[in-house]
C-alpha cells in the first residue's frame, strides 16, 4: 500500500476515476491486470460501428473529459528514485513497405486516435504504437481503456486509428483484443499507475481502402465471400464481334431492350395512352371530365384485405378502416398520353471479390512503425509529447479541434506531483497548455525528428490548471519505473491471432 496522501489543490480536468472490484490477482513480481476486450467473432462489428456512413461514428465522437476537478493548490514535493537501474527497449526500426500520406511530416507515423464508447456517447483519447514482439501494441492511459465512470469493465468498441485525420484511417483500424493495466489502478484508482498496453488485431481497412480483385465468371459463381458485378455499356460493333466469337450471348456481351416514354398532350401524333397508379392526392389534382371517345382520364377502385396485408401495405393506395371494421384499401389511377421509345443497349459484365487479404491491413508496427519504451530514467529531461486536443478550457475556450495531431516539447519536472483526489503521489509534470483528447498520449524521451520515433517514457494522465486562470497549462504522467516495464512485457509478448 501506499502512503497517507497529502493534500491538493488547483483546477484540474481528469478523464474519469475508477471504481474498485475488477477482478484480478497482484504479486510482487505480477502487478498487472489482464482482460479481454473484443472477441475475434466481434471486430467486423466493431470496424463496420466505426466505418458505416463513411466514418460518421469516427467524426461524432469527442474529446474524452468525463470529470472536472478542482482543488486549491497542486503540490511538488521531493523526487524520483528509481526502484531498478535506467532500462529501454528500442523503437521498431523497419520503415513501413507501402507509403502512407500523413497531414503532418513532424509527426511520428506511431501516433493516433484511441476510439471508444460508452452508453451512447462516443470518445476519443491519444495512443501509440509501441515495440512488441509481435508488433501489435497501443499505449495509452488506463482511464482511456476502462470505463471509469460505471461498470468497471473494458470500455465498449475500443479501437486505435493510426494517423487519424478527419474521419479517415490512411494506415487501416486497428480492434483492441486485451488490455494490460497496472493492478493498483484498476483495484485502487490510483493515477499514479493510469497507462494501460492494448493488444490489437491486425488492422482493417476501411471500405475506400479496399480495393476489388476483378475476376473471371466462373470465379465469381465459384467464390462464397463478398463480391460485387458491374454492367458495362459498350457499343453495337463489340457486342456483335463478342457474340460470333462465342455463338451467342455471353457474361461479355448480351443485350438488353428498354423502353422509354416522354410525357405528352393528348393530340400528339402517335401518343399512347398509360395507366399509372398514384397517391390519393395526385389523382384529386389531375383533370377531370372524358376525353377521346368518352373514356376517362382517372379512375379508382377499392379491395378489401386482412388485417396483415393492411398493415403491410406500402404502395401508394389509400388505406383505411371503414364504420364496419373492414380494411380496406383504395386504388387510384391517372392515365397521362406519351411518346413511347423502343431501344436496345449492348453491354458486358465485370465480376469482382474481396478476399481476406484485401481486407487485412496487416500488423500494426510493421504499418506505422513502434516507439521504443523507457523506464527509470532521470526526470528533468526533455521530451515530445503527441496527440489529438479537442476538449475546452474551464473558461469555455476551445482552442483544438482535435483533427489534426498537436505537440508540445519541454523539459519534466525534477519533483513529484502530488493530487490527493486521484491518489497521486509521484507523477511527473510538463508545461503543455493543451486540453482534453491529449490524455492517453505518449511522451517520448530522446525523440528524434527524421526517424519520428523516440522512447515512450510517460503517457499524459491529467491537465491542469496550475496558475488559476481557468486555462490548462500542465499536463501529468506516471513515472516509468520497473513495475512499469513489467506490465508492458507481459503485454508484448503475445500474439494477437488471425481474423482471416
Not at 497496472?182 to 490510483?190: G, K, L, R
Not at 473471371?216 to 462464397?224: D, G, V
Not at 483526489?421 to 517520448?444: F, I, P
Not at 528524434?448 to 491529467?462: E, M
Request: charged content about 20%; glycine content about 10%.
Amino acid at each position: 500500500m501506499k502512503r497517507i496522501l497529502l493534500p491538493a489543490g488547483g483546477a484540474i480536468l481528469a478523464t474519469g476515476l475508477l471504481a474498485a472490484g475488477l477482478a484480478g490477482t497482484a504479486q510482487a513480481d505480477n502487478p498487472y491486470d489482464m482482460d479481454q476486450m473484443a472477441a475475434a467473432a466481434k471486430v467486423n462489428d466493431v470496424l463496420n460501428f466505426w466505418t458505416a456512413a463513411n466514418g460518421a461514428a469516427l467524426k461524432r465522437a469527442e474529446a474524452y473529459t468525463f470529470d472536472y476537478k478542482k482543488v486549491s493548490h497542486i503540490q511538488q514535493k521531493g523526487g524520483y528514485t528509481p526502484d531498478t537501474k535506467p532500462s529501454s527497449v528500442p523503437a521498431i526500426g523497419d520503415e513501413p513497405k507501402k507509403a502512407i500520406k500523413y497531414q503532418n511530416i513532424n509527426v511520428p507515423k506511431s501516433i493516433g486516435r484511441v476510439f471508444f464508447a460508452i452508453g451512447d456517447k462516443l470518445y476519443w483519447c491519444s495512443g501509440t504504437s509501441v515495440q512488441s514482439q509481435y508488433r501489435n501494441l497501443v499505449a495509452t492511459a488506463g482511464h482511456c481503456v476502462y470505463d471509469i465512470a460505471g461498470n468497471n469493465d473494458v470500455l465498449d468498441k475500443w479501437v486505435f486509428v493510426p494517423g487519424y485525420y478527419q474521419g479517415k484511417a490512411p494506415a487501416g483500424i486497428y480492434v483492441g483484443k486485451t488490455a494490460f493495466t497496472h493492478y493498483d489502478f484498476t483495484n485502487y484508482e490510483d493515477f499514479d499507475r493510469d497507462y494501460a498496453f492494448v493488444q490489437v488485431y491486425n488492422g482493417l481497412k476501411t471500405q475506400e481502402q479496399i480495393q476489388p480483385k476483378k475476376v473471371s465468371y466462373e470465379e465469381f459463381q465459384a467464390w462464397k465471400g463478398l463480391s460485387d458485378a458491374k454492367d458495362i455499356e459498350i457499343g453495337y460493333d463489340e457486342y456483335k464481334k463478342c457474340y460470333d466469337l462465342h455463338g451467342g450471348e455471353t457474361p461479355d456481351c448480351w443485350a438488353k431492350a428498354s423502353t422509354t416514354d416522354d410525357q405528352v398532350g393528348p393530340d400528339f401524333v402517335g401518343a399512347i395512352k398509360v395507366l399509372k397508379e398514384v397517391p390519393v392526392e395526385t389523382y384529386n389534382a389531375a383533370p377531370t371530365g372524358k376525353v377521346n371517345g368518352g373514356k376517362a382520364i382517372s379512375a379508382t377502385y377499392t379491395e378489401q384485405v386482412t388485417k396483415s396485408a393492411y398493415d403491410a401495405y406500402t404502395g401508394p393506395g389509400y388505406r383505411k378502416i371503414d364504420a364496419k371494421g373492414n380494411y380496406t384499401i383504395t386504388h387510384y389511377f391517372v392515365k397521362y398520353w406519351v411518346k413511347r421509345t423502343n431501344s436496345v443497349k449492348f453491354y458486358r459484365t465485370e465480376f469482382y471479390i474481396i478476399d481476406s487479404a484485401a481486407v487485412d491491413a496487416g500488423r500494426l508496427g510493421d504499418n506505422v512503425g513502434g516507439a521504443g519504451l523507457a523506464w527509470n530514467q532521470p526526470t528533468n529531461k526533455y521530451v515530445r509529447t503527441f496527440g489529438y486536443p479537442g476538449g475546452e478550457h474551464p473558461d469555455g475556450n476551445r482552442p483544438y479541434t482535435g483533427v489534426t495531431p498537436k505537440w508540445c516539447y519541454n523539459k519534466t519536472s525534477g519533483k513529484a506531483t502530488v493530487i490527493a483526489a486521484y491518489k497521486v503521489e509521484e507523477q511527473v509534470a510538463l508545461k503543455c497548455a493543451v486540453t482534453g483528447g491529449m490524455d492517453g498520449s505518449s511522451w517520448l524521451y530522446k525523440y528524434s525528428n527524421a526517424k519520428r520515433t523516440g522512447y515512450v517514457n510517460g503517457i499524459t494522465s491529467l491537465i491542469l490548471d496550475v496558475d488559476g486562470n481557468n486555462r490548462y497549462d500542465t499536463i501529468t504522467s506516471p513515472y516509468f519505473d520497473g513495475e512499469t516495464a513489467v506490465v508492458y512485457k507481459a503485454a508484448s509478448n503475445q500474439w494477437s491471432g488471425k481474423l482471416y
